[in-house]
């Protein structure tokens, strides 16, 4: 859909860039309000690691969302978007030091711990502050999730969590230690989940784990259930907000919530995949024996889940009202894996024009690389151009 691209203000910019369309982001940010705020104890956490754009952040916490938070640069750039720090959380597998220092120094909501051993250094840091730390504990649920295989959590050989039925042990471990209080319990099982029967075995797990606790004489006051939630990245334009109804809906049906407890959520892709777009122009068209391509400006530098996932894209010729044919869209890396998309159909593509890679908001700008000495792409809203 050509009409929704502002094309004469592209034509002055340096391809390849992203777009932010930030009315569709304020959209989105809108209809997760109107589902969390039916529930008084319902808190959403943006996942920072999607896309960490500091216009993009600066909507997202003037919408009311917290952060959640996968590394030190990502508590900094949070802290310079005037997130609250009450509002931050702190999740990842391989804390550094520095990195607890700063969320003990910046007073965050929680961290979210993965092993003893991180619980241990994380008492131990604020104890030589003079702080309690407040923690939640990452559980592995072992719920397979119907996405990708690189992009599931919650199995039992992800590296992710602690086992269910260490939890336990682990929390009575936990009321020993003297700078440390544990608040919570996390949970994360995927990213880019569409089946919601998902989430519910996710909540009948949590629910069976809070039974198991409370029969131990154990509570704790926050349940984040992460996030997952994903897109349409076929019909960008039919669907371009996620089906937060149904998302909320489920757990406000399955997760069985005692009445202290608050829930958190961690939505990353659902919140900025479609509002971004990746432009990119037409250097050659390369016709061979069997196949023509498109080679654009664009790399596997600028966009890496295709190469990475094989991930789709939906991808339109924003110059051209031509006849479609067929086309592999490729890159100029080299690497044979630079590849948007094959066999494709497009409207007539030349040199010059302009393709648009759709639904790139989330894991695209935020994963950009330098290799082949490439500067990294720049990113623009819709309220800059």
Avoid at 55 to 80: Q, T, Y
Avoid at 111 to 136: D, H, M, T
């Amino acid at each position: 859909m050509k009409g929704i691209f502002p094309t004469d203000r592209f034509q002055k910019l340096r391809t390849p860039f992203y777009y932010y369309d930030t009315e569709l982001l304020r959209q989105t940010l809108k209809a997760i309000s109107a589902e969390v705020s039916k529930h008084d104890s319902w808190h959403v956490h943006y996942a920072v690691k999607a896309n960490a754009n500091p216009s993009l952040l600066r909507i997202i916490r003037e919408a009311g969302l917290g952060a959640d938070c996968v590394s030190g640069g990502e508590i900094e750039a949070c802290v310079r978007a005037g997130f609250p720090s009450s509002k931050i959380v702190f999740a990842g597998v391989g804390k550094s030091d520095w990195e607890i220092n700063l969320g003990l120094d910046s007073d965050i909501f929680c961290f979210n711990v993965e092993s003893i051993p991180e619980l241990e250094v994380i008492n131990e840091l604020a104890r030589q502050k003079g702080k309690v730390a407040r923690v939640a504990f990452r559980l592995n649920p072992n719920v397979g999730a119907h996405t990708h295989a690189n992009i599931t959590t919650g199995l039992a050989e992800n590296k992710f969590g602690i086992a269910m039925r260490d939890m336990v042990p682990v929390m009575e471990h936990a009321v020993k230690l003297d700078s440390v209080r544990v608040v919570g319990l996390h949970f994360h099982i995927g990213s880019q989940i569409l089946d919601m029967s998902d989430f519910e075995a996710l909540c009948n797990r949590v629910n069976e784990l809070q039974d198991e606790l409370e029969r131990h004489r154990m509570s704790v006051d926050h349940i984040n259930v992460g996030g997952g939630l994903g897109i349409d990245y076929e019909h960008p334009n039919r669907a371009p907000v996620p089906d937060f109804k149904g998302y909320f809906s489920t757990y406000a049906k399955k997760l069985k919530l005692r009445p202290h407890q608050t829930l958190h959520f961690e939505l990353g892709r659902a919140v900025v995949a479609q509002c971004g777009t990746l432009l990119t122009r037409t250097l050659y068209i390369k016709r061979g024996a069997v196949k023509q391509f498109a080679i654009v400006d664009a790399g596997f530098t600028d966009l890496i889940r295709p190469a990475l996932y094989q991930a789709y894209h939906k991808i339109e010729n924003i110059s051209s009202d031509e006849p479609m044919e067929a086309y592999d869209v490729v890159g100029p890396i080299c690497e044979s894996t630079d590849v948007f998309a094959k066999h494709i159909d497009l409207n007539r593509t030349h040199r010059g024009d302009l393709l648009a890679i759709r639904s790139a908001g989330a894991y695209g700008e935020i994963m950009a690389s330098q290799y082949n000495c490439r500067p990294l792409p720049k990113g623009y809203t819709s309220e800059e151009l």
